[in-house]
């Protein structure tokens, strides 16, 4: 592990180097890139001084202990071995969860979709609240938002609503809000004061070029045309909608949603990449990986992975265990979701960490 962290703590410092280099400054895109990695690597630096620190200490503190005759040394040795031994255990238990590898696209920014499922109006106010809480998190999180696409409910809320976050690390908080989300509660429209059951689906979709799996550009079939829109001033009078065609597999994805055509091929690349790699999962995975990958959820819409029930003030993650899967609604619907999702990322490096 020493050897890792010595390598990382390298490449960190060179990361640093770039940051200041005039070349790299001027680069926007590039310099983004470089700030993104070093901020990844910086927690784990920090650590990884502060462990080897207490590593280092330790040893001497065991070395006075075994030389020294002096009884006072001796016994400020003992003390000092009693405080840092925890403290290393905790430390390394630390940088296991840092040093698990993460899925590769955990870094990428992501295509977020809420739609209404069952319980008509209901269900649209609903995706309406899951769009407030979600903003603000990204807020919180300092992310950039653009709304790509959105069709209000008939009396409030969202009957669709498709946003582009980028920002760090997205994917990789993002990733287990996929799933079906249901609500329980009162109506605004119920006069007999029943609690109703409503849903709505969460899509998260990495942003992915297709360098990032194995596919050739020749083996994709490009298709563009022109979107249906409601008329008026916003119909679409250009070819902005776009699918593609993945020939070996005869997977197809489009996007209509923008009325920009390099913002659709961006949704319908992620899209067709997803459903391939998706694919290529389900052949190759072992049945310890699907048991891991049942624990936070494939990210189909058929799940069901969290309730938020109005009248007991509570939500409920139902991929989690014990005491650790309830939430207070109040927080957590004004966004303050960064426990659940940090208690979702544990159970899956746990996981990661048992099959490693």
Do not use: C
Not at 142 to 147: A, D, K, L, P, Q
Not at 198 to 214: F, G, K, N, Q, R
Not at 313 to 326: A, M, P, Q, S
């Amino acid at each position: 592990m020493l050897d890792k962290l010595q390598a990382l703590r390298e490449k960190y410092i060179y990361l640093e180097e770039q940051l200041s280099d005039p070349g790299i400054v001027a680069d926007m895109e590039k310099s983004k890139k470089v700030n993104k990695e070093y901020k990844k690597l910086q927690p784990i630096v920090q650590v990884a001084d502060r462990y080897e620190k207490v590593l280092a200490d330790l040893d001497s503190a065991r070395a006075v202990l075994s030389t020294e005759t002096d009884a006072e040394m001796r016994e400020l040795a003992k003390e000092e071995i009693a405080t840092l031994e925890p403290e290393l255990d905790t430390l390394e238990t630390a940088l296991k969860t840092l040093l698990t590898p993460k899925d590769p696209e955990d870094e990428k920014d992501v295509i977020f979709e809420i739609r209404s499922g069952t319980g008509g109006d209901e269900a649209a106010l609903f995706a309406g609240d899951l769009y407030r809480m979600y903003s603000k998190y990204f807020a919180e999180q300092g992310w950039e938002v653009e709304v790509v696409d959105e069709n209000p409910g008939t009396v409030g809320g969202y009957a669709k609503i498709v946003l582009e976050v980028a920002g760090e690390n997205v994917y990789g908080k993002l990733k287990f809000e996929s799933g079906a989300h249901r609500v329980q509660r009162v109506p605004d429209t119920e006069t007999k004061g029943r609690v109703h059951t409503s849903a709505a689906t969460v899509a998260v979709l990495p942003i992915m070029e297709p360098e990032d799996i194995d596919i050739r550009k020749e083996d994709i079939r490009t298709d563009v045309f022109r979107a249906s829109g409601a008329g008026g001033q916003h119909v679409n009078r250009t070819e902005s909608g776009v699918r593609f065609t993945h020939l070996p597999t005869g997977v197809v994805a489009e996007s209509t949603e923008s009325r920009s055509q390099h913002k659709n091929r961006e949704i319908a690349m992620g899209r067709l990449i997803q459903q391939i790699r998706e694919a290529q999962l389900q052949k190759e995975a072992s049945a310890l990986a699907s048991a891991r990958r049942s624990l936070v959820g494939s990210g189909d819409r058929s799940e069901k992975i969290r309730t938020y029930n109005w009248p007991q003030n509570r939500v409920t993650d139902h991929r989690l265990e014990g005491d650790h899967k309830n939430f207070n609604l109040d927080k957590v619907i004004e966004g303050d979701l960064e426990p659940l999702i940090e208690a979702l990322i544990i159970a899956d490096n746990a996981a990661k960490l048992q099959e490693g």
